[in-house]
């Protein structure tokens, strides 16, 4: 079996399930996957990174089908909303908007001690979220310990003075297990790429059905960036 070395330096076996699952998500066809499928085991040797697979699956699927690139292309479109936080922060809000739920971006609120910036506050059936959104630009990050811990202790601050019932941490890769076990025994959610299966963060984009505009490969890197500056997250907003 071929390994495989991932971003985050550990290595794998290929996977070629992995493959067919991510352009089933994708919305390729049958004849497509095998297309692509049999195009990389051609291409696969021992220690080919996983950076190489994917553009080998985004060149071969943006060559047969040019709409579903956007698609596939989701994971690694959210990474370029860098690189500060802010749109990322946009971009939850508003996929947390198609799932019903009300969402202020970038509040300020009194704590017992501090004054605190909210990344997004949700209300949605009576209760009011407090949401810490962790955004990496790097593939292969993930959020340790520190992250959980910060935002419980923002969370017990700012409850003090304000009704927040619960308190989110949302992150666009992936968490350590002790930030999964933290969160656990403190009764707090979190929402990484895969993680909880029912509503991970993969889901809750692909159900909303929104696609930010890094996704769109015929625009330039300049003009992406000009786009973020003037708050243009989402491709449904642009007026282009």
């Not at 051609?42 to 943006?62: P, R, V």
């Not at 799932?99 to 910036?117: A, D, F, I, K």
């Not at 509503?199 to 984009?205: A, H």
């Amino acid at each position: 079996m071929v390994k495989v070395q991932k971003a985050d330096g550990s290595v794998e076996d290929y996977s070629e399930y992995k493959v067919r699952s991510s352009l089933e998500r994708a919305g390729a066809d049958e004849q497509t996957i095998r297309d692509i499928t049999g195009h990389i085991n051609t291409k696969l040797f021992e220690g080919i990174s996983s950076q190489d697979i994917y553009m080998l699956i985004y060149n071969e699927l943006k060559r047969k089908n040019h709409m579903l690139v956007s698609r596939y292309n989701l994971k690694r479109a959210i990474m370029e909303l860098g690189p500060t936080g802010y749109p990322f922060e946009k971009f939850i809000a508003g996929v947390l908007n198609t799932q019903g739920y009300s969402t202020e971006v970038s509040q300020m609120v009194p704590g017992e001690c501090v004054y605190h910036e909210i990344d997004v506050i949700a209300k949605k059936d009576g209760k009011r979220m407090m949401i810490e959104c962790k955004f990496h630009n790097r593939p292969g990050t993930k959020s340790k310990i520190q992250t959980i811990l910060y935002t419980y202790a923002r969370f017990m601050d700012v409850s003090m003075h304000n009704e927040f019932h619960e308190a989110w941490l949302v992150t666009n890769t992936k968490v350590t297990q002790e930030v999964i076990e933290y969160a656990k025994c403190k009764g707090l959610t979190v929402i990484a790429w895969d993680y909880p299966h029912h509503m991970s963060l993969r889901k809750l984009v692909e159900d909303s059905n929104l696609h930010p505009i890094t996704a769109l490969d015929h625009l330039s890197t300049e003009r992406k960036r000009q786009l973020l500056e003037e708050g243009v997250v989402f491709v449904k907003d642009m007026k282009e």
